[in-house]
């Protein structure tokens, strides 16, 4: 089946530096990525949909300049959190669609950021 | 909008025992259905889907069977085991994305 791989897997930082997050697809090419949040034993909330050579498209409340998107080749998208802050502190997991399979995602094994 | 409402957990069972994780559905025609399930500190793995009304996903001794007529998509397993450990996410898609019920916290003990 498809794999979806995150990187790292988790990462601990201080408060006001940015970490990326690199979700690649590693056998199917994934023209869209979604990037989701997940607190501690809640469901996964859709921050944002990674589109190839386009811009991002974020949900409602999801700060756009905090949380950078690019999407730079049929395989790779990333995630940075700018500035963080220990709120930011979550699982951060993303999806990408095979495009054989129209409405199936498949999941990165995500990345937990802590955030000192 | 199409959502999906979810049993409530924890759950807590007997290693054997059987197991029955309630989901429900509410959709514009009928977009197939998923199940999710989430080990400790790891990502999401497909269990199983169905595409259409009246088909059975299955998968690892799960099933779930898509009614249309309940709007219904419950979860179940005949004989649960330590290793099935962990939160299930019953999931239906939404435009481009998918929509996850609040998940369900499987705890099998031996």
């Known amino acids: 089946g498809a794999v979806v791989s995150q990187h790292p897997s988790w990462v601990i930082c201080k408060s006001g530096t940015s970490v990326k997050i690199e979700c690649r697809s590693l056998?199917?090419?994934?023209?869209?990525m979604f990037w989701y949040r997940q607190f501690p034993k809640q469901s996964l909330m859709l921050m944002a949909t990674?589109?190839?050579?386009?811009?991002?498209?974020?949900e409602q409340g999801v700060e756009k300049d905090k949380f950078l998107i690019n999407h730079a080749s049929l395989t790779l998208s990333t995630l940075t959190v700018t500035s963080a802050h220990p709120e930011d502190s979550s699982f951060y997991i993303c999806s990408a669609r095979n495009p054989s399979g129209i409405d199936t995602q498949y999941f990165g094994p995500g990345t937990r950021l802590t955030v000192l | 909008g199409n959502s999906v409402t979810q049993m409530e957990g924890p759950v807590t069972l007997s290693e054997e025992a059987f197991l029955t994780i309630n989901c429900t559905y509410t959709?514009?025609?009928?977009?197939?259905l998923f199940w999710y399930v989430q080990y400790p500190g790891e990502g999401l793995q497909l269990l199983l889907k169905a595409t259409k009304a009246d088909d059975k996903g299955s998968n690892k001794g799960f099933e779930a069977t898509y009614r249309k007529e309940t709007t219904s998509f419950h979860l179940e397993k005949g004989s649960v085991q330590v290793s099935d450990s962990a939160v299930y996410f019953c999931?239906?898609?939404?435009?481009?994305?998918?929509?996850f019920g609040a998940g369900t916290r499987l705890t099998v003990k031996p």
């Open positions: 056998d199917f090419q994934a023209t869209t």
């Open positions: 959709a514009t025609g009928y977009p197939s």
């Open positions: 990674s589109n190839e050579g386009s811009k991002a498209t974020y």
């Open positions: 999931a239906l898609p939404l435009n481009n994305d998918m929509r």
